[in-house]
Structure formats: C-alpha cells, structure tokens
C-alpha cells in the first residue's frame, strides 16, 4: 500500500505517555511512513516498509515497540538490527525519547569498537529491547552474555545497506535464533533482491508500506554542482557558508586523507570544524558526534561511515567534498540536510574530468537536477546560464 500524507497521531489509539513523549518533541502529525506502518505493527503484523531515508522511520517501529514492552517481563523482547555503530546509537536515543514517560522500559545499544564489559554490565541490568549491530550482537551471542530467542518484535532498519555490507549470514542465523518472533519489520530506502529473499523466508502475510518519494515526502533540497580547483574547495566553502549564513554544515569526503586534509584547511581559515573517519577511536567519533547534534560545531567533516549514522533535523547545507562512488552513497549524503519538512542545499564541488562524468551519471540515474552553478564575490550560488 502507497503513502502520500501522515496522520495525526492522537488517531492512531497510542497510550497517553507515548502521546505525551511525542508532544514534548513537538509533534503532531506523523510522517507518511509512520501512518503506514504504526497500526500494523501493534497488530503484530509483519511490515516490509519502502521509504526515502529522512522520512522518520525509527519512530515508525519505535512507538509500537515500546507500547508492546512489559515493564515487569525482564527478558529480551524486541530486537532492532542497524548496519553502522552510528545508526545504532541514534536509534536508541529516539527510543529513549519514545519511551520516556514509561517507566521500566530499558534498553542497551551493542556495537563494536566500545568495550564489551561496559556492555555486558548493562545487558546485567536485564534491558527489554537490544539496539545493535550484527557482527556485535553475534559476538555477545557466543559469549552467552545475551538471550534473545525471548524476542516477540525484531527489526531490520536499512535492511539493503546492511545486507551490501555482507551481512546476510549473521542476520539469517540471528533470525533463526529469534523463532518466537511475533512480527518482523523490514525497513529500506530500496527494496533490493537480498531484502527480499529475507523477507519471503522470514515473513507471513507483510503490510507492505511504500513512500514514495513524491514532492510531498522527497526532502526539499537545492542541489548545486560547483567547478573548484582541487586545493580551492575550502575556500569554495568557507565562501558558501559566509555568504549563504550557513551555521551547520556536513561535508563528505571519500577518503580518510581528504577528511583530515579539509578539516586542517577549514581549521586555518577560522572555521569550527572537526572530522571522523574509521581510524578515529570510537569514543572520539562519538563525541564530535555530539557535538555536532547539539549545535557545538559548525561542520562535521566525514567519510560515508557517518552518511546514514547522523539525525540532525537542521543541517543546512551538505557539500560533497568528493563526489561519491556509489549513486546510493549520493543519496544518503545529501539527505542529511532537507530533513523534517526544512530546506536545504546540497553542494557537489566538482575538481576534475572524472568527478565531472560521475555528478553527470548520478543526475541521470538518480533522476536529481543537480544545477550547474558559479559564485559571485558575496559567495551566493548563481546558476549558469
């Protein structure tokens, strides 16, 4: 079934401390996603959920999960499966916010890179719903630190980004071990052939919920296309921020080299900017992660690692500092900006021949009108004519 608009959510027969976590963050009207997939999941049906990413799909499961939670059950009764230790760690701070004003409704995050003795110390204090990353979820699974054969609800969030990951045997064998499972939810941007085969061996009768990503849902971005020199894309930059009074800025690198050499240039030239890329220790990609949610930093410089790990509702303007190899990646990036119903602007800076055919590829596949642009000297993006 196809979802264009939201609904309000005192329609959809919540408890009152759900609905009063949901009015502390302002909400009113769910998203299309969230419309689509809240009844089946307290009905306890299975759901396979197409939805452009920025479209609140962790709140989508989120609240029928915590309403299913019996405070006075100690064991495992919902598990949530992410691909990046990031998105791991976002989902389980919205579900925090969701459960809120239920007392009694624990949870833990599991992911590598963090010790597993701070983990195992909170999997003692018998967490209800277990947020975690495969690889890490497994580990704990053959220390025997963690039972989740007790889970009635289990979720695969960006199930396609987890399986390209080369997931799929973990997640199967989980998915074995989970047999008293009342529903499974399958969450995706796309709906590729792996997803599917989990979802034929593994569901009965799915809601299937599609969002398409109409003018209603599609996030309202400005897409510009930015020819620099290759050492002139901080100034590019720097010049963009100013001129368009950008105060949160995301710039995506391809490589570890390129984040560090761009986050050193925008540092020379006064700008509050830090990086992370796999080779920063967890606890530090953490806080600059931090830092950047609570508006301490204006840009946060990143490889792909962080492309889907990072929910900040107003990031005004994302550039790509390298065109991206994967048309998805392109998707993902500039998703970061455009989010809850905001404009946003998305800027590719494009530094040679080879980045040139691939911002062309990816406006043709992709179907984006990425706008070939100039700056003018008070650094606003003008479209070439």
């Not at 009694?104 to 990353?133: F, W």
């Not at 998915?175 to 969450?187: C, I, S, V, Y």
């Not at 897409?223 to 009074?245: H, M, N, W």
């Not at 800076?349 to 070939?372: Q, S, V």
């Amino acid at each position: 079934m196809e979802f264009t608009q939201g609904v309000r959510f005192d329609s959809l027969g919540l408890s009152p401390e759900i609905m009063h976590a949901i009015e502390k963050r302002g909400l009113e009207i769910s998203t299309p996603v969230q419309a689509g997939c809240i009844p089946p999941f307290l009905e306890w049906k299975d759901v396979t959920a197409k939805a452009p990413t920025g479209t609140g799909k962790t709140f989508a499961y989120g609240i029928p999960i915590v309403e299913h939670i019996d405070p006075e059950d100690e064991s495992v009764q919902a598990v949530i499966l992410a691909p990046t230790r990031e998105l791991a760690i976002q989902i389980t701070g919205e579900l925090r916010d969701v459960a809120a004003f239920r007392p009694g409704v624990r949870m833990v995050c599991l992911y590598g890179g963090q010790p597993i003795g701070k983990q195992i110390d909170t999997l003692k204090k018998r967490p209800q719903i277990v947020v975690a990353t495969p690889g890490r979820l497994s580990d704990h699974m053959k220390r025997r630190t963690v039972r989740i054969d007790t889970a009635k609800t289990v979720v695969l969030d960006e199930a396609d980004r987890m399986l390209d990951m080369g997931f799929i045997h973990d997640v199967t064998r989980l998915l074995d071990k989970m047999n008293k499972r009342k529903n499974l939810g399958l969450f995706s941007a796309t709906i590729s052939r792996e997803v599917m085969d989990i979802a034929w061996v593994y569901q009965r009768d799915a809601a299937e919920i599609t969002v398409r990503a109409d003018e209603e849902n599609k996030p309202d971005i400005l897409q510009y296309r930015l020819e620099v020199t290759q050492d002139g894309k901080p100034d590019a930059i720097v010049k963009i921020l100013e001129g368009g009074g950008y105060d949160r800025a995301i710039a995506f690198c391809n490589t570890k080299g390129s984040t560090e050499r761009i986050t050193k240039f925008l540092q020379i030239r006064g700008i509050d900017a830090e990086c992370i890329h796999g080779d920063i220790p967890q606890k530090r990609r953490e806080q600059v992660m931090d830092k950047f949610r609570k508006g301490e930093l204006r840009v946060f410089v990143a490889t792909d690692v962080a492309a889907r790990g990072i929910d900040v509702d107003d990031v005004d303007v994302v550039f790509n500092c390298d065109v991206p190899d994967e048309n998805q990646d392109y998707i993902h990036r500039i998703g970061r900006t455009g989010r809850a119903r905001r404009h946003g602007v998305a800027v590719s800076l494009i530094g040679d021949y080879p980045a040139k055919m691939r911002i062309d590829n990816i406006a043709k596949c992709t179907a984006n009108n990425i706008i070939p642009a100039q700056l003018d000297e008070n650094g606003q993006l003008t479209e070439i004519e």
